[in-house]
């Protein structure tokens, strides 16, 4: 399987601040074959399910703020969240889907500092 | 705009056999997405169990292979997750989510399983 791990476990920011939370993968999700990376973001509020932020390591799913950036390579992704505002508070996930069985990181908290 | 939506018991007793469904509206099952199933321990993160395609193929999870079943009905444009011999570990909201090649984009609601006596 591959392992996926996100860090921070837990994010402090303040209103307005940037936001970078950082996942590695055991190993590449890079399909040489097309250059793309199979690595996606979600955002999950309490009591809700999963949302899709990013796909492809760095496309924004439509309808998701501009604020919201993916990137990285390889084996070492980001998410960054430019201007942080109260209702991106949540738990962020990265996600690999170029193997079976698809594997998620354990989850970053992002909280108002 | 596709919508997911699960059903089934909220609660199953140990060693019983757990049987989830997945209506699907907005879009018909038999697209090119594969359909897939996610459960959430609670208080923890996200565990993938598997997916079904529109041809019926399935993918596992291994650690859960040996009791995972999954299925399409096209007739009802849903699909369904069967996992057996359940356990208090197998407490959890199992979603399900549509997969089409790039994660998954849109999920149901989820469901709260609890195994219990």
């Known amino acids: 399987d591959i392992v996926m791990t996100q860090s921070p476990d837990s994010l402090p920011v303040s209103l307005g601040e940037r936001a970078t939370i950082n996942c590695k993968s055991s190993?590449?999700?890079?399909?040489?074959?097309?250059?793309?990376?199979?690595l996606a973001w979600y955002q999950q509020k309490p009591g809700q399910a999963p949302k899709l932020l990013i796909y492809?390591?760095?496309t924004r799913e439509s309808g998701v703020p501009d604020r919201f950036s993916g990137s990285g390579s390889g084996t070492d992704f980001s998410l960054t969240i430019s201007s942080l505002q109260a209702e991106d508070v949540a738990i962020y996930y990265c996600?690999?889907?170029?193997?079976?069985?698809?594997?998620f990181g354990q989850g970053t908290k992002v909280e108002i500092k | 705009q596709v919508k997911l939506q699960e059903s089934g018991p909220g609660l199953v007793k140990p060693s019983g056999t757990l049987s989830l469904t997945c209506a699907v509206s907005?879009?018909?099952?038999?697209?090119?997405?594969?359909w897939s199933w996610v459960r959430q321990s609670p208080g923890k993160g996200l565990e993938w169990i598997g997916e079904?395609?529109?041809?019926?193929?399935?993918n596992y999870n291994p650690s859960l292979k040996r009791r995972v079943t999954m299925s399409l009905d096209k007739s009802q444009n849903q699909f369904s997750l069967t996992l057996t011999s359940m356990t208090a570990a197998d407490t959890a909201v199992y979603y399900c989510?549509?997969?089409?090649?790039?994660?998954?984009?849109?999920w149901g609601q989820g469901t709260l399983v609890t195994v219990s006596s």
């Open positions: 492809w390591a760095s």
């Open positions: 079904v395609s529109p041809g019926g193929y399935n």
């Open positions: 989510a549509r997969d089409p090649g790039f994660g998954h984009d849109s």
């Open positions: 190993q590449s999700v890079l399909n040489s074959a097309n250059s793309k990376h199979y």
């Open positions: 996600q690999q889907y170029y193997s079976i069985p698809r594997t």
């Open positions: 907005g879009g018909s099952i038999s697209s090119t997405n594969w």
